[in-house]
């Protein structure tokens, strides 16, 4: 049988406790999940460093040897077609999420027939964290730790 792979993509600036808990679920549906955290080679305006991020999501997640953890900076349906990944993994916190994801969904659809968006519902402990709050949080000095699954160095 083909292995069910999963692309996560986001900006994941940073990676919370949210994106964890929807890994973690996921890997009861997928074989495979390939975190992949999008940028623009022509602007960048993350907050908190990619590769940085890249290794702290790797940390959090170091015992899943069927997790990845990638950047990209293409079509995520292209980026998913040549990864081999048939599943696109994605949360729901509320209906702005919904009509978000509603769109990019249908193109996505558009661009790859065969690529399946899944989403799932947000653990209702994780729905109001978002990254832009944690963003926020920590420019104003305040301690962010307990929305993040690993630790900030
Ligand atoms: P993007 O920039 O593509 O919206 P994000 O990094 O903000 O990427 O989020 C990636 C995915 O994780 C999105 O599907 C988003 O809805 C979902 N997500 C973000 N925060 C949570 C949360 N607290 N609970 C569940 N899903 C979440």
Do not use: C
Request: hydrophobic fraction near 40%; glycine fraction near 6%.
């Amino acid at each position: 049988m083909t292995k069910r792979i999963a692309l996560f993509p986001g900006s994941f600036d940073p990676f919370t406790k949210g994106h964890e808990d929807i890994v973690l679920r996921g890997l009861q549906l997928f074989d495979e999940i390939i975190i992949a955290l999008g940028y623009n080679a022509q602007k960048s305006t993350r907050y908190f460093e990619i590769n940085m991020m890249v290794n702290l999501i790797e940390s959090a997640f170091s015992k899943y040897p069927n997790i990845k953890v990638v950047t990209f900076s293409e079509l995520t349906a292209e980026f998913a077609r040549k990864n081999g990944a048939r599943f696109l993994l994605r949360g729901l916190r509320n209906t702005t999420d919904f009509e978000y994801e509603n769109s990019i969904s249908q193109v996505n659809r558009q661009l790859y027939t065969d690529l399946e968006s899944v989403f799932l519902i947000t653990t209702p402990k994780f729905a109001w964290i978002s990254s832009s709050i944690v963003r926020e949080v920590h420019k104003y000095g305040g301690d962010v730790s307990e929305f993040l699954p690993y630790q900030l160095r």
